[in-house]
């Protein structure tokens, strides 16, 4: 069983083939620190994948890849492991919504896969696959995937679709970023139709939240800072905050800031991991590309929707996210 050709830009239909291959067996993966995207795709793919009698393993470089908020996706019984299987060298690696593979297992050990298939929508992927589907003008890995599915004529069951539509819907913003077109709107049609409850999906994700989650939004917004001349606005959440709050679960909470009149970039950071460790998320409002400060700060992402992890102080970093702004132009 041979690899497909190095380093080639691939079509949908090309991956089709390779998963549609019944010879191949595969591990399916995604990024560091997975948002909505990422785990709705590397589900989704490993459901489908398995529904048609393939030999399928779910691996992801994180301890624990499920965020709280989206632990409703896992069925009972799924399972996600923190290593790479042992005969990987006889599996085909499918990463996905991964736009480099130093996100991927430290040290290399997924580059021992008999194949990568490398399938994403970031436009700065490195196309370090076998084979590279890469499509920057798709609103989310969903969308991609979807195109996959498509061409490989696979009906989309409806757990699949449930998946994909949770990766859609976080990836655009609730459909309000920049990234919607049209096709964002014909893909989350199509998953509708296939069984995803947009209602339901929308209570899970933006209603169904603990009150200790609200107290957390209410610090963090006490906090909240304009800078750059209201073009900027920041706050920050530190073990103290989890502590008074009772959680330390900070998804949405940046989108909240995103609304404030007259930024154009929101940031929050929090404290993650070792002391003076955080985890920086940035939303643009105006169309600044936040992934390009992100990636000053070692991250990445959108356009639209970025983040890095940084050891700078809070104070110091919202003076250095305030000069990276573009200059301000005069109406």
Same mark, same amino acid.
């Given at each position: 069983m041979s690899a497909p050709d190095a380093a080639v830009g691939a079509t949908p239909a090309e991956v089709a083939a390779v998963l549609a291959d019944p010879g191949r067996r595969f591990c399916v993966t995604a990024h560091h620190n997975p948002d909505g995207d990422a785990l709705g795709t590397l589900l989704a793919l490993g459901r489908a994948l398995r529904r048609r009698g393939a030999d399928?393993?779910?691996?992801?470089? #994180? +301890? #624990?890849?499920? @965020?709280?908020? &989206? /632990?409703?996706?896992?069925? @009972?019984?799924?399972?996600?492991? @923190?290593?790479?299987? +042992? #005969?990987? @060298?006889?599996?085909? &690696?499918? $990463?996905? #919504? $991964?736009?480099?593979?130093?996100?991927l297992w430290e040290g290399g050990p997924h580059r021992a896969a008999a194949a990568v298939v490398n399938v994403d929508h970031h436009a700065d992927n490195t196309g370090f696959g076998d084979l590279n589907l890469i499509e920057p003008g798709a609103s989310s890995t969903a969308e991609v995937l979807v195109h996959v599915l498509e061409a490989a004529g696979w009906e989309i069951a409806e757990d699949e679709a449930t998946a994909l539509y949770v990766a &859609?819907?976080?990836?655009?913003?609730?459909?309000?970023?920049?990234n919607t077109g049209p096709e964002a709107h014909r893909v989350a049609g199509l998953l509708i139709e296939a069984g995803a409850d947009p209602a339901a999906v929308a209570r899970r994700l933006y209603e169904e939240q603990p009150f200790t989650r609200s107290v957390l939004l209410g610090r963090a917004l006490a906090g909240a800072q304009l800078l750059a001349g209201g073009r900027l606005v920041a706050a920050r959440l530190d073990e103290d905050d989890y502590e008074a709050a009772g959680d330390d679960v900070a998804e949405g909470i940046v989108e909240v800031l995103?609304?404030?009149?007259?930024? $154009?970039? /929101?940031?929050?950071?929090? /404290? /993650?991991?070792p002391p003076g460790a955080w985890r920086v998320s940035l939303r643009a409002v105006d169309g600044t590309d936040v992934a390009a400060i992100a990636r000053l700060g070692g991250g990445g992402g959108h356009r639209a929707a970025a983040g890095f992890s940084t050891r700078r102080p809070p104070d110091e970093l919202f003076a250095w996210l305030a000069e990276q702004l573009p200059p301000q132009t005069d109406e």
């Open positions: 399928v393993t779910l691996a992801h470089p #994180d +301890p #624990d890849p499920v @965020p709280e908020e &989206l /632990a409703f996706l896992v069925s @009972p019984g799924e399972h996600i492991q @923190p290593e790479l299987p +042992p #005969d990987l @060298p006889e599996r085909t &690696l499918v $990463c996905l #919504d $991964c736009a480099s593979e130093q996100r &859609l819907v976080t990836d655009t913003g609730r459909f309000g970023n920049g995103r609304g404030v009149e007259g930024a $154009c970039v /929101a940031a929050l950071t929090r /404290a /993650a991991g």
